[in-house]
């Protein structure tokens, strides 16, 4: 069976405690699918104060998170801090607000090719440029907006790959109904009770009719679409 292995890098690892702990990843956990690992980068500090950031060369507010104590910790971790070495199917990505954008294509990329996933939480006002030119394949941010470190940026790209790996999903169709898997926003969904505070469920979702309820699906989808996210629809068939 395939599996993952991802490994985290923070400052704060009881930031970590319960959130792998619910749902598809804990299922997927517990089913051997994927290994969570969350390392101190404190406890790969060199020096006797266990320092893991400076002041940033060239002068301006706000701390550096060091090198040295993140090459130990990728060198512990892959045994090298040389990418050519990097175990086959590793990844090691820096959450930050400078990457490229967090998609699902990517995320179902990490999914498909990955084994070894090392995400790399950053902090202050940003990590020293050289463990970015030297141990990191991918920059990724999960928006525009500054989060005031990586960590909830690593939560949400390891939910999104893992509930992407074959059988972490209870049914292999519900993935591919998600939002984004076919470039739109989900449709609205129904259940019980068919009325509710005088609310009634659309007729057609009762009709029994597969092909009627399809197509209504895909129009409810593109309809959302239209109104929330037309940018999604650009360069595609907006008329549809
Ligand atoms: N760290 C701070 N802001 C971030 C963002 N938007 N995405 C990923 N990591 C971050």
Redesign the pocket.
Known sequence: MAMLRIDVLTIFPEFFTEVFEFGIIRRAKLAGIVEINIHDIREFATDKHKMTDDRPFGGGDGMVMKPEPIFAAIQNILGTTDQAEYPEGTRVVL???Q?RP?SQPLAQQLADETTRLVLI??RYEGVDERVNERLVTDE???????????E???I?IADAVIRLLPAALGSETSAENDSFSDGLLDCPHYTRPADFMGMKVPEVLLSGDHAEIAKWRRDKALEKTRSVRPDLLKGENGDM
Do not use: E, N, Q, T
């Open positions: 959450l930050s607000p990457g967090l939480c950053g990724v941010s999960i928006g525009d907006y500054v989060l005031s470190g990586g909830p940026a690593a949400v």
